[in-house]
């Protein structure tokens, strides 16, 4: 069946006219945090977004998610969670065209740095959105390994160069969410690679495994990878110390079961998220509330 009329208006219009302002204005905030002093960049970033994402929609999904989530923190807490949370994605945006310069002159801790020297071959390193996530990935390339991505289409094609600037300074792949990612991380293990990846979002395709205590569709394929051709598996923890200061951990390898059975990947899905959780409860102003974690319900 054909869709009504208008949708389709709207999916033109979209086409036509939102993309391409988004686009515009995306890449205008793109050029002039590029321009800029990374410190100053990142501050004037986290500035407008502190005023700005309150004003969004996504504003009323966090509050939802911290309530859902956390349920005994009080108003005022909530309200100072939500402002750190927007100064923070602020600062990442304002820090994107800055990433290896961060790495390069010294804003970055590293913690754990000999459990990524002991990879000889392929392996994962897990995050979630937390600190400024883009930074990671810069603990497997200062240890000489090459990483490997999986990236959601951006909503707007048009920004989708964006993605592709970022991963150029990677060395890895990178692949498409979806069939291609299932493919192409076991073709990425087989070259070597590191994949990163930020499993702190929804996965329909994934197990249900508790989240703040509540039942949340988790991705396990890099579990169930990780048995199957015996590569290790690691913790990436960001956290943003003060400013465009950072500090990322990597963690000894993660014990695997001896089998990938569903009740043995559901205890150690369980586990990880367990970490992730403490991570978010410690720093919840860093970490991103606005995604669908719970589904379109909450």
């Known amino acids: 069946m ?16 939102i993309w391409p302002l988004e686009a515009g204005l995306g890449l205008l905030v793109f050029g002039i945090a590029r321009l800029l002093p990374v410190s100053l960049a990142s501050g004037i970033m986290g500035g407008l977004f502190g005023l700005v994402g309150p004003l969004t929609p996504w504003q009323g999904r966090a509050r939802r998610n911290i309530q859902f989530a956390m349920p005994d923190v009080e108003p005022a807490e909530q309200r100072r969670i939500l402002r750190g949370m927007w100064r923070n994605f602020g ?4 820090e994107f065209p800055h990433v290896p310069r961060l790495a390069d002159r010294g804003h970055i801790e590293f913690v754990g740095l000999e459990h990524l020297r002991d990879i000889s071959g392929g392996g994962f390193m897990i995050g979630a959105h937390i600190g400024n996530w883009e930074l990671g990935p810069y603990a497997a390339l200062s240890t000489g390994h090459r990483v490997a991505a999986i990236y959601r289409p951006l909503n707007n094609p048009l920004l989708s160069g964006l993605l592709e600037r970022r991963q150029a300074n990677y060395g890895g792949d990178i692949f498409r969410k979806g069939r291609e990612a299932a493919l192409g991380m076991v073709s990425a293990l087989r070259k070597g690679q590191i994949m990163c990846l930020l499993i702190d979002q929804r996965l329909r395709e994934g197990m249900i495994v508790p989240f703040f205590g509540h039942p949340s569709e988790t991705s396990i394929s890099h579990i169930k990878l990780a048995i199957k051709k015996k590569v290790p598996l690691v913790y990436m923890r960001t956290e943003r110390l003060s400013g465009t200061r950072f500090r990322v951990t990597i963690s000894p390898p993660i014990t695997l079961p001896q089998t990938d059975d569903d009740a ?11 970490t992730l959780e403490g991570w978010i409860r410690e720093r919840p102003d860093q970490w991103f509330w606005p995604h669908r974690r ?3 319900h909450i």
């Open 294 to 296: 719970w589904g379109k």
């Open 91 to 94: 600062r990442v945006i304002g």
């Open 2 to 17: 054909a869709d009504p009329l208008g949708k389709i208006v709207i999916r033109a219009a979209r086409r036509v006219f």
């Open 264 to 274: 043995a990947i559901l205890r150690l899905a369980t586990e990880i998220n367990a």
